[in-house]
């Protein structure tokens, strides 16, 4: 036996309680992608107007008629907030505001007065531009996660063109005043595409949650806490994989008596003094330039290209810097130094192991001639 159109919403209503659940049962695991709680909050307004519109379509009455369609709009807005949260990383409810408060009042309004059948024309008109607006959204981000995003961008468009096209359908047979909740081919249409388009846009969704929090898993692991500089093994991954091209510079820094710093004036000192050096650091990275901290008080720098009268210019004013650096502490100013050892590679083979140990020797040399001086390795043979 086929199911009516009440009994597909109902069937489309309790399939949203079990993707509110999914969605919120899955922020309560993380808490770390506030982007889901958002979208579960918009599919439970979303899921209030389905029940709401089923009764109406089953008894029309004023309080159905004006739920389902006030939550509907309150709920499409409360996505296009999620979609902007999404890209932007923050949530502006404010911006939606003004612009959902005047939807609100001249399409309730205009029904409340009798004439739903204007209301509904006008509803459905909002709901498509704010599925297309959330299409927008998306598509805007969609660097992130091109085939997903793209994905969930088709079935924005495709679901809010059956709001159009239902509005298209009621405008050529124009009745301001209908009287209970409109019925034609397009409604059935638009109702088949909510269907696939509702569970499409929801596994989307979490896939996209889960995709941005692996992503983000994989960044934490690669990422040193303190300095966000890469981290030891996110180095070597970058470049212990393959040959180094002749012309590579490997910038190797050790702050000089780090140890008596944190013995002195502690650990949350000896942070701070980390954090500088890194500002030091960084200052001087250019494009396709890596930087890392390898471990304590130790950190490199890689330049794919670079001459070694280069790589010592750019060695000594990072230690000048890091040099001209005060920190005040309770126990009076405290000032860093640091000692560098410079490789470059030559000859047709390298790696960067072999890169590294010439900038430790280097560097070995900078410490025992006094330290706070910068040493290039003298010649890198070919490996």
Same mark, same amino acid.
């Given at each position: 036996?086929?199911?009516?159109?009440?009994?597909?919403?109902?069937?489309?209503?309790?399939?949203?309680?079990?993707?509110?659940?999914?969605?919120?049962?899955?922020?309560?695991?993380?808490?770390?992608?506030?982007?889901?709680?958002?979208?579960?909050?918009?599919?439970?307004?979303?899921?209030?107007?389905?029940?709401?519109?089923?009764?109406?379509?089953?008894?029309?009455?004023?309080?159905?008629?004006?739920?389902?369609?006030?939550?509907?709009?309150?709920?499409?807005?409360?996505?296009?907030?999620?979609?902007?949260?999404?890209?932007?990383?923050?949530?502006?409810?404010?911006?939606?505001?003004?612009?959902?408060?005047?939807?609100?009042?001249?399409?309730?309004?205009?029904?409340?007065?009798?004439?739903?059948?204007?209301?509904?024309?006008?509803?459905?008109?909002?709901?498509?531009?704010?599925?297309? +607006?959330? &299409?927008?959204?998306? =598509?805007?981000?969609?660097?992130?996660?091109?085939? /997903? *995003?793209? !994905?969930? $961008?088709?079935?924005?468009?495709?679901?809010?063109?059956?709001?159009?096209?239902?509005?298209?359908?009621?405008?050529?047979?124009?009745?301001?005043?209908? +009287?209970? &909740?409109?019925?034609? =081919?397009?409604?059935?249409?638009?109702?088949?595409? /909510? *269907?696939? !388009?509702? $569970?499409?846009?929801?596994?989307?969704?979490?896939?996209?949650?889960?995709?941005?929090?692996?992503?983000?898993?994989?960044?934490?692991?690669?990422?040193?806490?303190?300095?966000?500089?890469?981290?030891?093994?996110?180095?070597?991954?970058?470049?212990?994989?393959?040959?180094?091209?002749?012309?590579?510079?490997?910038?190797?820094?050790?702050?000089?008596?780090?140890?008596?710093?944190?013995?002195?004036?502690?650990?949350?000192?000896?942070?701070?003094?980390?954090?500088?050096?890194?500002?030091?650091?960084?200052?001087?990275?250019?494009?396709?330039?890596?930087?890392?901290?390898?471990?304590?008080?130790?950190?490199?720098?890689?330049?794919?290209?670079?001459?070694?009268?280069?790589?010592?210019?750019?060695?000594?004013?990072?230690?000048?810097?890091?040099?001209?650096?005060?920190?005040?502490?309770?126990?009076?100013?405290?000032?860093?130094?640091?000692?560098?050892?410079?490789?470059?590679?030559?000859?047709?083979?390298?790696?960067?192991?072999?890169?590294?140990?010439?900038?430790?020797?280097?560097?070995?040399?900078?410490?025992?001639?006094?330290?706070?001086?910068?040493?290039?390795?003298?010649?890198?043979?070919?490996?």
């Amino acid at each position: 036996m086929a199911l009516d159109y009440n009994s597909l919403l109902l069937a489309i209503g309790f399939s949203g309680i079990c993707l509110v659940m999914t969605m919120l049962g899955s922020w309560a695991v993380t808490r770390s992608e506030n982007t889901l709680l958002t979208w579960g909050i918009g599919a439970i307004v979303t899921v209030v107007s389905i029940f709401a519109y089923s009764s109406y379509v089953w008894k029309p009455t004023l309080f159905a008629g004006t739920l389902a369609i006030s939550s509907l709009i309150v709920a499409i807005a409360i996505l296009f907030a999620a979609a902007r949260q999404f890209r932007s990383g923050i949530l502006r409810i404010s911006d939606i505001i003004p612009i959902t408060l005047l939807t609100l009042v001249v399409i309730v309004g205009t029904f409340a007065v009798g004439y739903d059948g204007v209301s509904f024309i006008m509803f459905n008109l909002a709901i498509g531009i704010s599925m297309w +607006g959330c &299409a927008a959204e998306y =598509w805007r981000a969609r660097a992130e996660a091109p085939a /997903v *995003i793209c !994905g969930l $961008s088709v079935l924005y468009t495709i679901t809010g063109a059956s709001f159009f096209l239902c509005a298209f359908v009621l405008i050529q047979d124009f009745r301001p005043v209908l +009287g209970h &909740a409109p019925q034609n =081919w397009a409604e059935d249409l638009s109702l088949a595409i /909510v *269907i696939g !388009g509702m $569970s499409g846009i929801g596994a989307l969704s979490l896939s996209l949650h889960y995709s941005r929090l692996a992503r983000r898993h994989r960044t934490e692991a690669r990422t040193d806490p303190l300095t966000g500089l890469l981290n030891r093994r996110a180095f070597f991954e970058a470049h212990g994989r393959y040959a180094v091209a002749p012309g590579s510079a490997v910038l190797l820094f050790d702050l000089d008596n780090f140890k008596a710093i944190n013995d002195r004036y502690g650990h949350a000192v000896g942070d701070m003094v980390l954090n500088i050096f890194t500002e030091e650091l960084t200052a001087l990275r250019h494009t396709g330039d890596c930087c890392a901290r390898l471990g304590g008080e130790e950190f490199v720098m890689f330049k794919a290209t670079c001459l070694p009268e280069q790589a010592q210019s750019i060695a000594e004013q990072i230690r000048k810097g890091f040099a001209g650096r005060i920190v005040e502490t309770e126990k009076g100013l405290l000032r860093g130094t640091v000692s560098v050892g410079i490789a470059i590679a030559t000859g047709t083979r390298s790696d960067i192991d072999t890169l590294l140990r010439e900038a430790d020797h280097a560097l070995y040399d900078a410490k025992n001639t006094g330290r706070d001086r910068v040493v290039v390795s003298s010649y890198l043979q070919a490996v």
